[in-house]
C-alpha cells in the first residue's frame, strides 16, 4: 500500500476480485509484538453502532415522510452531533481519518452551509435560509462523522449492508398496503395510485429501490459475503422490482438502469453471471404480475376485483422470492465444487471483457427488438410538448412510462431565467418557490423546488454554489472510484455505481431535499474519502481540549433541537386549528414561535385565529409580523390583507402585493379582486367569505401538511 496513492500494488497471482478468489481461508498474518489489544466489549459495542448508524438514520427518515419536513431533519442532526461528540470524547483517534483528501468535500460543503444561512441577507428569507442550513448542516456532520473513522473495507461493507438491509425494510413496507389492503390502510396520498407512502413521494420511493436493487445485486453476487448474506440479497431483487415499477417513475427507472449498467461494467463476476440467473426471470415474472395488476395503479383499491389482484401478485411476489433464493443458494453451492474459471488475471480480465461485450450487445439487440429508439425520439417530443395547450395525461396511468409528458421543462425554463438576474450569488436559500410564484403561467400553488439539484443551487446560491456542490459530489465519487483497483473493488463499484445513480436522478428531480435518499452517500462516502485506517495507537493527551470540543458541538446541536422543538408545536397548532381549536391552536403557535421565532406559518394561525373568534383588529400584528419573517412570499401577503378586511381596515395594497407575488394563481386572484373592488363597508364580510375559501381549497402552505 502507498499512503500517498491509497492504491494497491499487486502482481499477477493476487487476484482482481473477491469473487474471483478461491473460497479457501487465507493463512492468517501473525500479530506484531506493538499491535494493540483487543478492544472491550464497549469499545466493539459503540464501533457496531457508528456502523449502524447510516442505515438507523435512512429507516427513520424514509419512514418519517422521507425527511423532508424541518422536525426530521433537527432529530436526525441532533443525533448526528451527539454522534460526534460521543466520539471526540470516547475514541482513541477521533480524527484519524482526517487527511488532504477528504478535506475537499468537508469544506466545500461547510462553505455551502454557510452560504445558505448568510444568504438571508439578501433573500429577506431567515426562516428558509436557516432550515435549508440546517439541512446542509446535516449532511456536513454526517461526512465529518465518518471521515474521522478512516478508510477500512470491512466498515464500508457493514454500513453498506446496513444500508440495503434498512432501504429493502422501507420498500416491505411500502408494498405491504398495496398488497394486503384490507389487513393496513395508509394516509391519502396525492397520486394515490402511485406507490409512495411512507416517504410520501413516489420517486424518492423509486430511489431507495433502486439504490437498494444496486447494493442487492452487489451482495448476491460477492463472494466475500457469506451464502445466506448472497441468497437474501438476491431474494430481494423481485421485491425491489416490483417496488420500482408501481412507483411509475420514468426518471428513476432510467437512473436505475445506468446504476446496475455502471456497476454491471465495472465489477463483472462470476458472481454476478450467477446472481442473473437466479433472479432475471423470477423477477421479470413479478414486475410482468404487477404490470398485469391493472387494479392497483387506480385509486380505488378494495374492490373484489383489486384485492384479487393483489392477492394474486402477493402470491406470485413469495413465490419468485422463494425461487430466487433456493437458485441462487444452489449456485453457491455448486460453485465450490466447479473448477476454477478464471485461474490467471488474463484469464479473468478477458472473461470479464467478454462478458461486458456480450451484456452490452444483449442490450442493444433487445432495445432495437422492441423499438426503443424509436419510443425514445416520441417520448423527448412529447417531454418537449407537455407544456403546450394540447398535452395531457394518458387516460392508463401505466402508459406513462413510455410517455414524455412532464412540467419538469417549465421548471427548468423558469430556473435559467432566475439566474440570468441573479448569476453570482443567487437569489437566497429555499427561494426558488416564491421566483417560481413570480414568473410562472403555471397556477400550481405549492412548486417549491426546480425538479433538479443543480439548476436549484444555480438559481439559490448562483454559480459559486454549483461549483461548492460539484466538487462535494465530484469527490465522494472519485473517493470510490479510485478503490477499484483494489482486489475488495466490489463494494467500492457497487457504492460508486449507487452514487453515479444517485447524482443522476438529483439532476431531475429534488432529492436533496428527502434526506433518506442521501445520508448514505455522505456517510460512505465520508468513510471511503478518509485516510486508511491501520493500527492506531492510544493517544496520550490532555481532556480538557476534547471536552471543550464536545461542548462546542453540544451547543450547536442546540439550534436543530429549537426547530424540531418550533416544527412540532408548529404541526400542533395546524391540527388544532383545522379542528375547530383556536385556544388550542394559538397556545402552540406561540409556543413554535418561542422556540424558533422567524417562521410566518405560527404568526398566520395566530391572526386567523383571531380573526375567526371576531377580533381580526387584535390578529393585525401577527399578520404583519408574518409578512415581515417572508416578505418576498405571497401567502403572508394575502394573509394579511384577509385579516385586515375583517377587521374594516384597507386590504388592497396587501392584496396587490400578493397578485403581484403570485399574478396567474386562482385563489390569489379570485381574492385579490374581491377585496379590490369590494366598498369599505363590505370588506369584513368579503374577508370573512375570502378567508374561507382560501383555507378550504388548501390556498395557504399551514393547509398543505
Known amino acids: 500500500m502507498t499512503p500517498a496513492s491509497g492504491l494497491v500494488v499487486h502482481n499477477a497471482a493476487v487476484p482482481t476480485d473477491p469473487d474471483a478468489a478461491s473460497t479457501a481461508p487465507a493463512p492468517a498474518a501473525p500479530a506484531p509484538a506493538d499491535a494493540p489489544s483487543r478492544p472491550d466489549a464497549l469499545a466493539r459495542t459503540a464501533h457496531a453502532a457508528l456502523l449502524a448508524l447510516p442505515g438507523a438514520l435512512t429507516l427513520y427518515l424514509a419512514l418519517d415522510a422521507g425527511g423532508y419536513f424541518p422536525d426530521s431533519v433537527a432529530l436526525a442532526l441532533v443525533v448526528a452531533l451527539q454522534a460526534v461528540a460521543a466520539r471526540v470524547l470516547l475514541a482513541d483517534a477521533p480524527a484519524a481519518g482526517f487527511g488532504r483528501f477528504v478535506m475537499v468535500p468537508v469544506v466545500a460543503l461547510g462553505v455551502l452551509t454557510v452560504l445558505a444561512v448568510a444568504s438571508q441577507a439578501w433573500s429577506d428569507a431567515p426562516a428558509r435560509a436557516l432550515l ?23 466498515d464500508l461493507r457493514w454500513m453498506a449492508r446496513g444500508v440495503a438491509l434498512a432501504m429493502v425494510a422501507v420498500c416491505v413496507v411500502a408494498l405491504a398496503p398495496r398488497l394486503f389492503p384490507e389487513r393496513w390502510s395508509v394516509p391519502e396520498q396525492i397520486f394515490d395510485e402511485r406507490l409512495g407512502w411512507p416517504l410520501t413521494y413516489w420517486n424518492a420511493l423509486g430511489l431507495v429501490a433502486g439504490i437498494a436493487a444496486v447494493l442487492c445485486l452487489h451482495f448476491a453476487s460477492s463472494r466475500a459475503e457469506a451464502v445466506a448474506t ?38 463483472f463476476s462470476q458472481g454476478l453471471l450467477a446472481t442473473v440467473a437466479a ?165 400550481d400553488a405549492f412548486i417549491s423546488d426546480a425538479h433538479s439539484l443543480y439548476l436549484e443551487v444555480l438559481v439559490e446560491y448562483g454559480v459559486v454554489g454549483l461549483a461548492l456542490l460539484l466538487a462535494v459530489l465530484g469527490t465522494i465519487l472519485f473517493a470510490f472510484a479510485r478503490q477499484l483497483r483494489r482486489p475488495d473493488r466490489g463494494i467500492y463499484a457497487a457504492l460508486f455505481a449507487a452514487g453515479v445513480l444517485w447524482c443522476a436522478h438529483a439532476g431531475i428531480d429534488w432529492d436533496w431535499e428527502m434526506p433518506a435518499t442521501v445520508v448514505w452517500l455522505f456517510a460512505l462516502g465520508g468513510a471511503a474519502a478518509g485516510r486508511r485506517r491501520g493500527r492506531s495507537r492510544q493517544e496520550e493527551s490532555s481532556s480538557f481540549p476534547r471536552i471543550a470540543v464536545a461542548l462546542g458541538v453540544l451547543v450547536v446541536a442546540l439550534t436543530p433541537y429549537l426547530a424540531y422543538r418550533s416544527e412540532s408545536y408548529l404541526q400542533q397548532a395546524i391540527d388544532r386549528f383545522y379542528a375547530n381549536d383556536c385556544a388550542g391552536a394559538r397556545e402552540a403557535a406561540l409556543d413554535s414561535i418561542d422556540h424558533l421565532g422567524s417562521r410566518p406559518e405560527p404568526y398566520e394561525i395566530i391572526g386567523f385565529c383571531a380573526a375567526i373568534r371576531g377580533e381580526a383588529e387584535r390578529g393585525l400584528p401577527a399578520m404583519r409580523e408574518a409578512v415581515e419573517q417572508d416578505p418576498r412570499g405571497w401567502e403572508a401577503h394575502l394573509a394579511l390583507a384577509l385579516v385586515q378586511a375583517q377587521a374594516g381596515e384597507d386590504p388592497r395594497a396587501a392584496a396587490r402585493a400578493a397578485q403581484e407575488r403570485y399574478p396567474n394563481n386562482e385563489i390569489v386572484r379570485t381574492a385579490a379582486a374581491r377585496l379590490l373592488a369590494a366598498p369599505p363597508d363590505r370588506w369584513p364580510a368579503v374577508g370573512t367569505e375570502q378567508q374561507n375559501a382560501v383555507l378550504a381549497d388548501e390556498g395557504l402552505s399551514i393547509t398543505a401538511r
Do not use: K, M
Open 132 to 154: 435549508e442550513g440546517q439541512r446542509a448542516l446535516l449532511y456536513l456532520v454526517v461526512l465529518v462523522l465518518f471521515a474521522s473513522l478512516g478508510r477500512r473495507t470491512s
Open 279 to 443: 433472479a432475471a426471470v423470477p423477477t421479470y415474472i413479478a414486475v410482468r404480475t404487477a404490470y398485469d395488476a391493472e387494479l392497483l395503479v387506480e385509486t380505488e383499491r378494495t374492490t373484489a376485483a383489486a384485492l384479487a389482484q393483489a392477492d394474486d401478485l402477493a402470491q406470485t411476489l413469495a413465490l419468485c422470492i422463494l425461487i430466487v433464493a433456493a437458485l441462487r443458494l444452489a449456485l453457491a453451492w455448486a460453485s465450490r465444487f466447479a473448477p476454477p474459471a478464471w485461474s490467471t488475471d488474463r484469464a479473468r480480465r478477458t472473461t470479464a471483457r467478454v462478458g461486458v461485450a456480450s451484456t452490452l450487445l444483449v442490450a442493444v439487440v433487445v432495445s432495437l427488438a422492441v423499438g426503443l429508439p424509436g419510443r425514445v425520439e416520441t417520448a423527448a417530443d412529447e417531454f418537449l410538448d407537455s407544456n403546450s395547450p394540447g398535452a395531457s395525461d394518458p387516460a392508463d396511468v401505466r402508459e406513462r412510462l413510455s410517455s414524455g409528458r412532464s412540467g419538469r421543462l417549465e421548471h427548468w425554463e423558469v430556473a435559467f431565467d432566475i439566474f440570468e438576474d441573479e448569476p453570482l450569488r443567487g437569489t437566497g436559500a429555499g427561494t426558488f418557490s416564491p421566483q417560481w410564484a413570480l414568473r410562472t403561467d403555471h397556477s
Open 230 to 267: 448472497r441468497a437474501a440479497a438476491a431474494a430481494a431483487l423481485p421485491l425491489l422490482g416490483v417496488v420500482l415499477y408501481l412507483t411509475l417513475s420514468r426518471g428513476v427507472l432510467l437512473a436505475t438502469a445506468i446504476g446496475l449498467g455502471v456497476y454491471v461494467v465495472i465489477a
